[in-house]
């Protein structure tokens, strides 16, 4: 009897092992918290494809908008951790628990990290009006008239509402954020003259710089951006550390099996270095990344501690 309860224990507690090695058996959900056509859903289903071809199981892209992302992030939070739901991760994610008055999910505690896929930089631009070709220039011009110049975004929160935020604080200048409804009305007055600058992603904005419509004066990541290698960063431009981007990434809910973590990390790695996947990527103004689960816990504690600070010292809220 003592026999069989031994052996009844040790399968018990080699069952999630078994189950882990043989993952996936079933359809995987990967849950975008956005509206389909977006840039993190274009990132999710690319990533969702690749899964699909190296593990053998259908990745199926669910998306789950509204509510700031927190509707599709909630879902994630709450689901099984078996490796069947996962979040493709936006940068909100980080903004929410500062931004938003009342969040349903520890974003740290409720989610296992498992890669960082992409960055995009943004890109500041100007109308070709204003009177500012460096970066240098543009705070001389700020500062010089307090008050005077805006800013355009897609609205409160978003990334390019608190790069300028960022921007405001590190070059002690006092730019007014003047919030649209979305991005393409916000460009668009931004090439009327109605706006002065925006910091918008490098997708919508490339077709507008090469037609000079608008101009750019630099770049918000730490490195210049390859469809626009001769427009500096701002680090370079004399706010060191400015990093200010977009990114996606992929999570599972909390206590997912570490070998299911490993695997999902590893397909992604292995399809991030696809030639066509990064050739997708770039086309997008994006750089396909891949890190260590341990990486991108490191990158989302930096990111949720850097827009704390910015969204309490903007006083930026949720509307």
């Known amino acids: 009897m003592t026999g069989r309860?031994?052996?009844?224990?040790?399968?018990?507690?080699?069952?999630p092992l078994c189950a882990a090695q043989s993952y996936p058996t079933r359809p995987v959900r990967m849950v975008v918290p956005f509206a389909a056509g977006g840039s993190t859903d274009i990132v999710g289903r690319t990533v969702a494809q690749k899964l699909t071809e190296a593990l053998g199981a259908t990745f199926i892209v669910d998306n789950r908008p509204g509510g700031s992302t927190m509707i599709g992030t909630e879902l994630v939070a709450k689901a099984p951790p078996d490796g069947?739901?996962?979040?493709?991760?936006?940068?909100?994610?980080?903004?929410?628990?500062?931004?938003?008055?009342k969040v349903p999910y520890d974003a740290l505690a409720d989610f296992t990290p498992i890669t960082l896929i992409n960055t995009t930089p943004l890109v500041l631009a100007v109308n070709p009006g204003v009177p500012a070709r460096s970066v240098k220039e543009l705070i001389a011009l700020a500062r010089a008239k307090p008050?005077?110049?805006?800013?355009g975004s897609s609205g409160i929160g978003g990334s390019n509402h608190l790069a300028g935020e960022l921007f405001n604080a590190m070059a002690r200048v006092s730019i007014m954020h003047v919030p649209y409804k979305g991005n393409a009305p916000a460009l668009a007055d931004l090439?009327?003259?109605?706006?002065?600058?925006?910091?918008?992603?490098?997708?919508?904005?490339?077709p507008l710089i090469q037609a000079g419509k608008i101009r750019a004066l630099a770049v918000t990541g730490l490195q210049r951006s390859s469809v626009l290698p001769d427009v500096p960063t701002l680090n370079e431009s004399g706010l060191k550390g400015f990093e200010a981007?977009?990114?996606?990434?992929?999570?599972?809910?909390?206590?997912?099996?570490?070998?299911?973590?490993a695997r999902l990390n590893a397909g992604v790695v292995r399809a991030?270095?696809?030639?066509?996947?990064?050739?997708?990527?770039?086309?997008?103004?994006s750089?396909?990344?891949?890190?260590?689960?341990?990486?991108?816990?490191?990158?989302?504690?930096?990111?949720?501690a850097?827009?704390?600070?910015?969204?309490?010292?903007?006083?930026a809220k949720a509307q």
């Not at 991030?272 to 103004?285: H, I, M």
């Open 287 to 304: 750089d396909p990344v891949g890190s260590k689960p341990e990486e991108f816990a490191r990158f989302l504690r930096a990111e949720i």
């Open 147 to 151: 008050g005077v110049l805006n800013y």
């Open 272 to 285: 991030l270095a696809a030639p066509e996947v990064k050739e997708r990527l770039r086309a997008e103004g």
């Open 191 to 206: 090439v009327g003259g109605h706006v002065d600058l925006i910091y918008n992603g490098l997708t919508s904005a490339l």
């Open 5 to 15: 309860i031994t052996l009844a224990l040790i399968a018990l507690a080699l069952a």
């Open 245 to 261: 981007i977009a990114w996606n990434g992929l999570a599972a809910p909390a206590k997912t099996p570490p070998e299911i973590i």
């Open 306 to 315: 850097k827009w704390a600070k910015v969204i309490k010292l903007s006083g």
């Open 84 to 101: 069947y739901t996962l979040l493709v991760v936006p940068a909100p994610f980080t903004i929410n628990p500062s931004l938003q008055p």
